[in-house]
C-alpha cells in the first residue's frame, strides 16, 4: 500500500515537473500573486506623497498657502425702493465696477525649506497694482443716481492667503493716501482680502490707483484679470515654472537663473462685465503661474511601479524559456523568490529616490536587485554563460524601463515598440520549438 501511495506520488511529482501546461499555469498563478505586493506598493506610492503634501501645507500654515489676487474691485452701495404692505421702504444692495485699466508687476522671490526629509518651495512677491477707475455710471445699470450711497464707496482686493500678507498695505488713490482695512465690501464675491472707503465726489470722471503688496505664499501665485484691459509682469529667480489659468503668457522666458512673464487679457476674454448689481456674476477667469519641482520623485516612482508586472512577466519568460529548451528544472517557490526580488526593488526604489534622487536611486536598486536574481540563479543554472545571459537580459530590460521613464511625450510609443520586439524575439527563437515533444526535440 505505501509502495503505491509512493509510486503514485512520484508520478504526480514527475508530471508537475515535466508538464508545461502545469508549469505555465502555475508561473501565470505566481504573476497574479505578485499583482498584491506591487499594488501595496502603489498604495505605499500614493502615502508617501500624500505626507509630502501634507508637509507643504503645514509649511504653507506659517508662511503663506497658493495666492490669488482678485481686484481691485469697486463696490458702491444704492437704495432700491420697494412696497411692502402699501408702505414704501428701501433695500440696500449692492452695485460692483471694476477697472479700465489694471497693470500688474511683480517679482516673487523663492525660499525652501525643509519638512522631515521632504523641500517646500515658497516664495515671497513684491507686486504693485495700478491703473484706473472710470466714474460709476448707475444710468447703464438703470438705477437712478439719486439713490447712490456715494459716501460708502469701497476698494476691494481679494487674497485668498490672508496670513501672507507682510506689510502694512497703503495704497494711493487719485493722490492720497489710504490704508487698507481687513474684509471686503461683499464676502460672497471676495471671500478674503482687504478693502478701504475711498471718495467718488467731485466732478472727477476718473479715479488711479497705485496698491503695493508683500505677499508671502507657496506653489502657485494666480491673479484675476478684472481689467477691462489687465497687463501682469512677473519675474521670478525659479528655473521650472508651470504656467497655468485660463490664459497662457506671451511672452515668456525661461533660463537657469528664472523666469519672466508676460500676460495681456482683454475683458472680452472673460465670462463677466465690468459692472454689474448683486450676484449676477462670479469671477473665476485666474491665470498664473506654479513653482514646481523639476523632478517630481513620487510621479516618476508610480510610473515605474506601473510597468513592473511587465518586468516580473517578462522575467518569468526568460526563466520559463531557459528551462524549457536547456532542460533543467525551476520550482515555483523559487520562481515566487524571484518575483518578490522584482517586487522589492520598487520598495528600494521609493525609499531611495527620497533621500538620492530618482536616477541615482534607480541606478542602485536595479543594480542590487539583478545582482541578487543573478547570484541566486547561479546557483540554479550552474552554468556561467547562463547566469551571464540572463544577467544582460535584465539590465536591458531595466535599462529599456528607465529610458521610457525619461520619454515622457513618447513613453507609448517606445513602450509599444519595446513591447512588440520583445514578442519577436520570443516569437523567432521559438519558432522550431516542438512544444508538445519536449523531450525529444
Do not use: C
Not at 481689467?227 to 490664459?247: H, K
Amino acid at each position: 500500500m505505501e509502495d503505491n501511495i509512493r509510486e503514485t506520488t512520484s508520478k504526480i511529482g514527475n508530471w508537475m515537473r515535466d508538464s508545461i501546461l502545469f508549469k505555465s499555469m502555475a508561473i501565470g498563478f505566481l504573476v497574479l500573486i505578485l499583482l498584491i505586493p506591487i499594488a501595496m506598493i502603489h498604495n505605499l506610492i500614493w502615502e508617501r506623497q500624500a505626507r509630502a503634501q501634507e508637509a507643504i501645507q503645514e509649511v504653507s500654515a506659517f508662511w503663506g498657502g497658493p495666492q490669488t489676487i482678485t481686484g481691485p474691485v469697486l463696490t458702491v452701495p444704492y437704495l432700491e425702493w420697494v412696497e411692502i404692505n402699501n408702505e414704501r421702504s428701501s433695500i440696500q444692495r449692492m452695485a460692483f465696477f471694476l477697472p479700465q485699466q489694471l497693470q500688474v508687476k511683480g517679482d516673487a522671490k523663492h525660499q525652501i525649506r525643509k519638512r522631515g526629509i521632504y523641500d517646500v518651495i515658497l516664495y515671497q512677491s513684491d507686486l504693485n497694482l495700478t491703473g484706473a477707475f472710470e466714474k460709476p455710471n448707475f444710468s447703464a445699470l438703470h438705477i437712478n443716481p439719486e439713490n447712490v450711497l456715494w459716501d460708502q464707496a469701497r476698494l476691494s482686493v481679494g487674497i485668498t492667503g490672508m496670513e501672507g500678507i507682510k506689510n502694512m498695505i497703503n495704497f494711493d488713490w487719485n493722490g492720497t493716501e489710504f490704508r487698507m482695512e481687513p474684509g471686503t465690501a461683499s464676502a460672497e464675491l471676495l471671500p478674503s482680502g482687504v478693502s478701504k472707503e475711498v471718495p467718488l465726489s467731485g466732478d472727477k470722471t476718473s479715479f488711479t490707483f497705485s496698491i503695493p503688496l508683500r505677499i508671502n505664499g507657496s506653489q502657485s501665485l494666480r491673479f484675476e484679470p478684472v481689467g477691462q484691459e489687465t497687463a501682469v509682469d512677473l519675474r521670478s529667480d525659479w528655473p521650472s515654472p508651470s504656467f497655468e489659468g485660463s490664459f497662457p503668457p506671451e511672452p515668456r522666458e525661461i533660463g537657469p537663473d528664472g523666469f519672466s512673464a508676460h500676460w495681456q487679457v482683454f475683458n472680452l476674454n472673460r465670462p463677466y462685465p465690468q459692472s454689474w448689481t448683486g450676484n449676477q456674476f462670479q469671477l473665476g477667469s485666474s491665470f498664473g503661474v506654479r513653482l514646481i519641482q523639476p523632478v517630481d520623485e513620487y510621479a516618476k516612482n508610480e510610473r515605474s511601479a506601473k510597468y513592473g508586472i511587465l518586468i516580473v512577466g517578462l522575467t518569468f519568460l526568460i526563466y520559463f524559456f531557459f528551462e524549457t529548451l536547456r532542460k533543467f528544472h525551476i520550482h515555483p517557490f523559487q520562481y515566487l523568490l524571484i518575483g518578490l526580488a522584482l517586487s522589492i526593488f520598487y520598495l528600494l526604489l521609493l525609499s531611495l529616490s527620497e533621500q538620492l534622487g530618482f536616477n541615482l536611486a534607480y541606478l542602485i536598486g536595479s543594480v542590487a536587485t539583478i545582482g541578487l536574481i543573478s547570484l541566486y540563479s547561479s546557483s540554479i543554472f550552474k552554468n556561467g554563460i547562463m547566469t551571464l545571459q540572463l544577467t544582460l537580459l535584465l539590465a536591458l530590460i531595466y535599462g529599456f524601463v528607465f529610458v521610457v521613464l525619461q520619454l515622457e511625450d513618447f513613453a507609448l510609443l517606445a513602450g509599444s515598440i519595446g513591447l512588440f520586439a520583445a514578442l519577436a524575439a520570443v516569437m523567432y527563437y521559438s519558432r522550431r520549438v516542438d512544444w508538445y515533444n519536449l523531450k525529444g526535440s
